[in-house]
């Protein structure tokens, strides 16, 4: 097993993708154990025969009918109407926008796309700093992977078979939070750095500029409370939900909106099924993986030696927040919660960790790895909207990291210690 | 020519996906409805078949949607020291790579073959369809990922010339995380 380790390692510093290199490198602990490969097919439709999973192809749908559609425009819109002339307002309506379309939306990467389009022109207008302003959305965009509906989440739920509800329902307390303590690091900012052009206009003309927007954008406002409020009452299945917000989008942009045209549609449908089966081929070959690690008992090893390193249930979730965000600097999001929740899962559950908060601990703190170089998806995003260099985003993205990781810790550990108290 | 027909089917492919990706949005929308409305007023219809024929229509999608995406160099990997070596060696890596993911598909065809075979006697629980239906996706997808591994061959080599190396490190595209 370590060999088929060792290879997966190789293979990936190859530019073997990822889902390839899942699937090859179990093969040698396999072989060890004397399983034919037939094994190979029988795991991955298992995997793949899963209602839960249809989720992603519909939530990234969803999210790209949305782009299309001038959903997170008109977001954008009403942002900058109600905060535009607030000393650091635009930035902090830019973390209101994110937190908004992430309840619409499952992934970063959208998010990050969707807001940063419209805002960072609109900021730098408003005297913020490009990079300030780029650092900004790239920070606020990973609440598109912790604020449900989230992609990486319904993965976690799969790999833990943990409930996606629950889970779902966990993500928006710390989402919160995660929006907050950005908004409030924003204002200190702008008032020490003087970033951002205060022009108070008279109050009337306020309202009628919030009124204007507001009329644009409540349709598009109703998104979460149908796909949110569904799932919650009750209503609809993840699933479910993820569907229905998939024709909600769809009418709102061809009949309500009308930005996009039918002749559009083929080609948004054919490239959300090219980024669902790229996202869904690596959970399929992951699961090969996973399972060449369950006959070599590798977490129940893995497990009996931390425990005999530390029976400390704070001690291992610091060590696996080290371990994360480590992997989260190198590793793509999702193919890292692939990748570690087989192995880390089991072993919180030893420590007396609830999984379903260990698995927002997970998502949580891979989503900081999608702001953090060399490998962040957000940054690559938003360095190409903003038409600068990652390097230069590094200076102001240092104080909004710290944040997070503050943010990270929080999360880690205050359900412990109400837990702990309550006892 | 062998570039012309290949390029025919990834075109082709686009249309498929989408369509697939759109027969599943009907399937799950159609069990929605029934399940909220007509069962409301007092239908008591229940369309499980539409949650089997959805699900194997994601198993379709995801398949073939791998095997695009591995010839148009989509999939998520990690470019973080590939991007780094000079680019002889760059070359050398590509093309280890792309013997690898040969080699595995290969093998996916072959134990795919076997896996559909034996579902020509296994029957899906509710439509009672033929699941070789369903497996032959996988040594499908395979063998179209070792035609397109041509192209890429051909490209890994083609490369070692562009001017602008930047261009084959552009981020993948990874909208889903």
Redesign the interface.
């Known amino acids: 097993m370590i060999g088929a380790v060792a290879l997966l390692f190789v293979?990936?510093?190859?530019?073997?993708?990822?889902?390839?290199a899942l699937?090859?490198a179990p093969?040698v602990a396999l072989f060890e154990r004397n399983i034919p490969?037939?094994i190979?097919?029988?795991v991955?439709?298992e995997a793949?025969?899963?209602?839960i999973?249809?989720a992603?192809?519909?939530f990234?749908?969803a999210?790209?009918l949305m782009q299309a559609g001038g959903v997170a425009q008109r977001l954008v819109e009403l942002a900058i109407a109600m905060t535009g002339w607030m000393r650091g307002g635009l930035a902090s309506a830019s973390v209101v926008t994110s937190m908004f379309f992430a309840t619409m939306s499952g992934?970063?990467?959208?998010t990050a796309?969707a807001v940063g389009t419209g805002l960072i022109p609109e900021m730098e207008r408003s005297k913020y700093p490009r990079p300030f302003a780029a650092a900004t959305i790239a920070a606020s965009a990973e609440l598109g992977?912790i604020i449900p509906p989230s992609?990486?989440m319904i993965v976690y739920a799969v790999v833990a078979s943990v409930s996606i509800t629950d889970l779902f329902l966990a993500g928006i307390a710390p989402g919160l939070l995660i929006g907050f303590s950005l908004i409030a690091l924003i204002f200190l900012t702008s008032r020490t750095h003087d970033y951002g052009v205060v022009e108070k206009p008279p109050l009337g003309e306020w309202l009628r500029g919030v009124a204007r927007a507001l009329r644009r954008s409540w349709l598009a406002l109703l998104i979460p409370v149908i796909v949110l409020g569904g799932i919650y009452g009750g209503?609809?299945t993840p699933?479910?939900a993820a569907?229905?917000s998939?024709?909600y989008a769809l009418l709102l942009g061809t009949v309500v909106y009308r930005t996009i045209r039918i002749a559009d549609l083929?080609?948004?449908?054919?490239?959300?099924?090219?980024?669902?089966?790229?996202?869904?081929?690596?959970v399929?070959f992951a699961a090969v993986f996973a399972y060449a690690l369950s006959i070599h008992q590798i977490p129940q090893t893995l497990a009996a030696q931390m425990i005999a390193l530390t029976d400390n249930p704070f001690v291992f979730l610091l060590l696996v927040n080290i371990l994360l965000l480590l992997v989260g600097m190198?590793?793509?999001?999702?193919?890292a919660v692939i990748i570690v929740t087989p192995i880390l899962a089991p072993i919180a559950v030893s420590f007396g960790i609830d999984p379903i908060h260990f698995g927002i601990v997970v998502i949580v703190n891979l989503a900081i790895g999608?702001v953090t170089p060399?490998?962040g998806?957000n940054l690559?995003i938003v360095s190409q909207i903003a038409n600068t260099s990652i390097e230069s985003l590094i200076r102001p993205l240092m104080t909004f990291m710290g944040v997070l990781i503050i943010d990270l810790l929080l999360i880690s550990y205050l359900p412990l210690i109400f837990q702990t108290l309550w006892r | 020519m062998y570039f012309a027909v290949l390029n025919t089917i990834n075109q082709g492919l686009?249309?498929v996906?989408?369509?697939?990706?759109?027969a599943?949005?009907l399937f799950?929308?159609l069990?929605?409805t029934v399940r909220?409305f007509l069962n409301e007023i007092g239908f008591a219809v229940a369309v499980p078949w539409s949650?089997e024929v959805?699900?194997y229509a994601?198993?379709w999608?995801?398949?073939?949607?791998?095997a695009?995406?591995?010839g148009s160099g989509?999939?998520?990997?990690?470019?973080?020291?590939?991007g780094k070596l000079p680019l002889r060696w760059r070359t050398a890596?590509?093309l280890?790579?792309i013997i690898?993911?040969v080699?595995?598909a290969l093998?996916?065809v072959?134990?795919?073959l076997?896996?559909t075979e034996f579902g020509w006697i296994e029957k899906s629980p509710v439509l009672q369809i033929d699941k070789a239906l369903?497996?032959l996706a996988?040594p499908v997808s395979a063998a179209l990922i070792v035609l397109n591994a041509g192209t890429r061959f051909f490209q890994a080599f083609l490369k070692r010339h562009c001017a602008d190396p930047t261009d084959i490190m552009t981020?993948?595209?990874?909208?889903?995380?």
């Open positions: 293979l990936f510093l190859l530019g073997v993708p990822i889902a390839f699937g090859v093969l490969m037939q190979v097919p029988q991955v439709f793949f025969d899963s209602f999973l249809m992603i192809p519909f990234i749908l999210g790209r992934s970063s990467s959208a796309a992977a992609v990486p209503l609809f699933t479910e569907v229905v998939v024709l083929p080609e948004i449908f054919a490239s959300s099924a090219i980024t669902s089966a790229v996202v869904l081929i690596i399929g190198f590793i793509e999001t999702l193919a999608m060399p490998v998806v690559f | 686009r249309y996906l989408g369509f697939l990706l759109f599943m949005c799950a929308l069990q929605v909220l949650e959805g699900r994601m198993i999608m995801i398949f073939l949607g791998a695009y995406a591995f989509q999939m998520v990997s990690l470019q973080l020291l590939i890596a590509d280890v790579s690898v993911v080699g595995f093998l996916l072959k134990v795919g076997q896996a369903v497996y996988m981020p993948n595209d990874k909208a889903g995380s």
